[in-house]
């Protein structure tokens, strides 16, 4: 969980910069007129090669805002794998080598994270400040997510998914069919299941979810402060994020929870750190959104993809025949086996669909004087009070040299001939240590990482074989991403794609 906090914050962090309102020292009144001008910088020996774009202080903001893959990728085909661009005022060195990331990643001596992100967290979350950055809360986190606690946690995920999906056929005849969007009916169902299981309150899922989806709608907004009053946009923010706090302290004082359950866990820890009670509450509304905000997403894209493409479902199908019985109840369903039997394919087509569609942004201040070393031999200096960002999204992940045809979804891409899982990957001749990074990587590798896996697949497991699953339209194609989500972890889409669906008869 400190893991997925982490990688969501990097990706805030950018869009804090790009609409940042401080100019510091870079104001010259000009006849009743303001200019924003940036200091003359001087470039020294062995430094990126610097775009500073056309407008004055803002540089490459507005592009660099709108789609940072499409901007990243045109300064890519300029410059190579590093470069350094201007963006509101400050100057951010972007390095696209996967086999350099190690020197950025490892570094915590001349490169800091921990500023910018309770900017963020104060900007999106209205404080909560310094309370994820401790090994105490790793060690916490860690404690849940792994072992026994994570057997448990993926068993009441389990249970909850199942009770849902009956729950939302209730009263529907075998032969009718229900109509949807996909990602409505993937985020639905996966985010009650997910706060049912960590937050333990049954009576208001729906509610919770409802305001959140209104949060998370804002959210790119919020941290670029670019809410429209005259569309009420702030007062709409303000009020959904007034009512999760609400929603969530009515939970955090319920009593009988289990002993040792998340909840709990949490709640000590947080009273352990000397948290007051509002604090509280904005500190389980950061956790709701880093825990709960990327399962569904990423699961609308798996099952897009498996819809559009006949060849995938088919495959996928096929493996799950084998660890499913004839019989399709959901009194006695299958999903264990999911965690007991190996799933090659299952498994590959996952990490598709997160190589082409995780895309956060990894962001370090410099706060001193650095040479980067690259893999190729090359040293670049990064001066003190620049910034420096990794997009794996751009690379490794949709990289044409690592990746043939990185825009394709192919299925089998992390297969080998004998079924195996393919991890080995090449760029130049040579092997890169990160060929896909939708977790982030090094020591803030997302901590529920196992627990987020097993939910998506249980998820997914138990709509093929239960549900009678198809596109209303034969012909459509799963929507572009929203461009504006990049940074944020799983790209949501610009759009939905309709589905319909009922209960299976049988298993065949």
């Given at each position: 969980?400190?893991?997925?906090?982490?990688?969501?914050?990097?990706?805030?962090?950018?869009?804090?910069?790009?609409?940042?309102?401080?100019t510091?020292?870079?104001?010259?009144?000009l006849n009743?007129?303001?200019?924003?001008?940036?200091?003359?910088?001087?470039?020294?020996k062995n430094?990126?090669?610097?775009?500073?774009?056309?407008?004055?202080?803002?540089?490459?903001?507005?592009?660099?805002?709108?789609d940072?893959?499409?901007?990243?990728?045109?300064?890519?085909?300029k410059?190579?794998?590093?470069f350094?661009v201007?963006v509101?005022?400050?100057?951010?060195?972007?390095?696209?080598?996967?086999?350099?990331?190690?020197?950025?990643?490892?570094?915590?001596?001349?490169?800091?994270?921990?500023?910018?992100?309770?900017q963020?967290?104060?900007?999106?979350?209205?404080?909560?400040?310094?309370?994820?950055?401790?090994?105490?809360?790793?060690?916490?986190?860690?404690?849940?997510?792994?072992?026994?606690?994570l057997?448990?946690?993926?068993?009441?995920?389990?249970?909850?998914?199942q009770?849902?999906?009956?729950?939302?056929?209730?009263?529907?005849?075998?032969?009718?069919?229900?109509?949807?969007g996909?990602?409505?009916?993937?985020?639905?169902?996966?985010?009650?299941?997910?706060?049912?299981?960590?937050?333990?309150?049954?009576d208001?899922?729906?509610?919770?979810?409802?305001?959140?989806?209104?949060?998370?709608?804002?959210?790119?907004?919020?941290?670029?402060?670019?809410?429209?009053?005259?569309?009420?946009?702030?007062?709409?923010?303000?009020?959904s994020?007034?009512?999760?706090?609400?929603?969530l302290?009515?939970?955090?004082?319920?009593?009988?929870s289990?002993?040792?359950?998340?909840?709990?866990?949490?709640?000590c820890?947080?009273?352990?750190e000397?948290?007051?009670?509002?604090?509280?509450?904005r500190?389980?509304?950061l956790?709701?959104?880093?825990?709960?905000?990327?399962?569904?997403?990423?699961?609308?894209?798996?099952?897009?993809?498996?819809?559009?493409?006949?060849?995938?479902?088919?495959?996928?199908?096929?493996?799950?025949?084998?660890?499913?019985?004839?019989?399709s109840?959901?009194?006695?369903?299958?999903?264990?086996?999911?965690?007991?039997?190996?799933?090659p394919?299952?498994d590959?087509?996952?990490?598709?669909?997160?190589r082409?569609?995780?895309?956060?942004?990894?962001?370090?201040?410099v706060?001193?004087?650095?040479?980067?070393?690259?893999?190729?031999?090359?040293?670049?200096?990064?001066?003190?009070?620049?910034?420096?960002?990794?997009?794996p999204?751009?690379?490794?992940?949709?990289?044409?040299q690592?990746?043939?045809?990185?825009?394709?979804?192919?299925?089998d891409r992390?297969?080998n001939?004998?079924?195996?899982?393919?991890?080995?990957?090449?760029?130049?001749?040579?092997r890169?240590?990160?060929h896909?990074?939708?977790?982030?990587a090094?020591?803030?590798v997302?901590?529920?990482?196992?627990?987020?896996?097993?939910?998506?697949?249980?998820?997914?497991?138990?709509?093929?074989?239960?549900?009678?699953?198809?596109?209303?339209?034969?012909?459509?194609?799963?929507?572009?991403?929203?461009?504006?989500?990049?940074?944020?972890g799983?790209?949501?889409?610009?759009?939905?794609?309709?589905?319909?669906?009922?209960?299976?008869?049988?298993?065949?």
């Amino acid at each position: 969980m400190f893991g997925t906090i982490f990688l969501l914050l990097n990706g805030l962090l950018l869009l804090v910069l790009l609409y940042s309102s401080r100019t510091r020292n870079f104001i010259l009144p000009l006849n009743c007129c303001v200019l924003w001008v940036l200091p003359v910088l001087d470039r020294q020996k062995n430094e990126p090669p610097l775009d500073k774009g056309f407008l004055p202080w803002l540089g490459h903001a507005l592009e660099f805002g709108k789609d940072a893959a499409k901007f990243l990728t045109r300064m890519k085909e300029k410059h190579g794998d590093i470069f350094t661009v201007c963006v509101a005022g400050h100057y951010v060195t972007v390095l696209l080598d996967p086999n350099s990331y190690d020197s950025v990643l490892y570094d915590t001596k001349s490169l800091d994270f921990t500023r910018y992100k309770n900017q963020i967290i104060k900007r999106v979350f209205m404080g909560v400040v310094n309370l994820h950055s401790d090994a105490v809360f790793i060690w916490h986190s860690r404690r849940h997510f792994h072992g026994l606690n994570l057997s448990k946690l993926s068993s009441s995920m389990k249970t909850h998914l199942q009770t849902l999906l009956m729950d939302d056929q209730k009263g529907c005849s075998p032969s009718e069919w229900k109509q949807d969007g996909l990602f409505s009916l993937c985020y639905s169902l996966l985010f009650r299941a997910g706060y049912l299981t960590l937050f333990e309150r049954g009576d208001d899922a729906t509610a919770v979810y409802t305001e959140f989806r209104k949060f998370d709608g804002l959210l790119s907004k919020m941290a670029r402060c670019t809410l429209k009053r005259g569309k009420h946009e702030s007062r709409k923010a303000n009020s959904s994020r007034e009512r999760l706090w609400e929603l969530l302290s009515t939970t955090w004082l319920r009593r009988g929870s289990e002993v040792g359950c998340w909840q709990q866990s949490y709640q000590c820890y947080l009273q352990e750190e000397g948290v007051d009670a509002e604090m509280q509450k904005r500190a389980l509304l950061l956790q709701l959104w880093a825990t709960q905000g990327n399962a569904g997403p990423a699961a609308f894209w798996l099952l897009g993809f498996l819809l559009t493409h006949p060849e995938a479902m088919k495959a996928v199908k096929a493996e799950i025949r084998g660890l499913a019985p004839q019989d399709s109840s959901l009194q006695q369903p299958p999903l264990n086996k999911l965690e007991t039997h190996s799933t090659p394919v299952f498994d590959s087509v996952l990490s598709e669909t997160l190589r082409l569609t995780a895309a956060v942004i990894i962001t370090r201040e410099v706060v001193q004087d650095k040479t980067l070393h690259m893999a190729n031999g090359q040293n670049y200096h990064l001066r003190r009070g620049d910034r420096v960002c990794l997009f794996p999204f751009l690379s490794p992940q949709m990289d044409p040299q690592i990746h043939q045809e990185p825009q394709k979804f192919k299925f089998d891409r992390f297969l080998n001939d004998d079924m195996t899982e393919k991890n080995t990957f090449y760029k130049d001749g040579k092997r890169v240590k990160y060929h896909s990074m939708p977790w982030g990587a090094g020591t803030n590798v997302c901590v529920g990482k196992e627990f987020a896996i097993r939910g998506i697949k249980q998820f997914v497991f138990l709509v093929l074989t239960h549900l009678d699953l198809e596109i209303c339209d034969p012909q459509a194609k799963v929507p572009p991403v929203n461009p504006s989500r990049y940074g944020f972890g799983m790209l949501q889409p610009d759009g939905d794609l309709q589905v319909r669906y009922r209960l299976k008869r049988t298993w065949h």
